[in-house]
């Protein structure tokens, strides 16, 4: 609440860890605030290979995660370390398929996050 009386718009957590640690993380600042909960995390924990930071989750395996962060309280959902484009463009493909399975009414799929060739 202390965030909440400085002004904060919006909660959030972000980097140091895999997708998946953040689920209970969402739930318990969902719990703790009547603000918005962001969640920003890591493509996984990094290995290096050939002296370059690498992760070994894929896009769709980080976005397959979108259902349980949602159910956890998330309103926004992005990536830090070790992401990139295609992982902003899974998140928001596995977010209109939750989207959709949740609302009986089906409307036109979102727009390609695809850059044109």
Same mark, same amino acid.
């Given at each position: 609440?202390?965030?909440?009386?400085?002004?904060?718009?919006?909660?959030?957590?972000? =980097?140091?860890?895999?997708?998946?640690?953040?689920? $209970?993380? =969402?739930?318990?600042?969902?719990?703790? +605030?009547?603000? $918005?909960?962001?969640?920003?995390p890591n493509a996984g924990l990094p290995t290096i290979a050939d002296g370059r930071a690498v992760c070994a989750v894929t896009a769709e395996?980080?976005?397959?995660?979108?259902?349980?962060?949602?159910?956890?309280?998330?309103?926004?959902?992005?990536? =830090? =370390?070790? +992401? +990139? $484009?295609v992982f902003v463009a899974a998140l928001h493909r596995h977010f209109a398929i939750h989207q959709r399975a949740q609302c009986p009414?089906?409307?036109p799929s979102p727009p390609s996050l695809e850059r044109p060739r």
């Open positions: 609440m202390e965030l909440v009386r400085a002004g904060a718009c919006v909660i959030d957590a972000n =980097c140091g860890f895999g997708i998946e640690a953040y689920v $209970p993380v =969402c739930a318990a600042l969902a719990a703790a +605030t009547d603000r $918005p909960v962001w969640i920003k395996q980080f976005a397959s995660h979108v259902p349980a962060l949602i159910a956890a309280g998330a309103r926004f959902i992005g990536g =830090c =370390c070790g +992401t +990139t $484009p009414v089906r409307g």
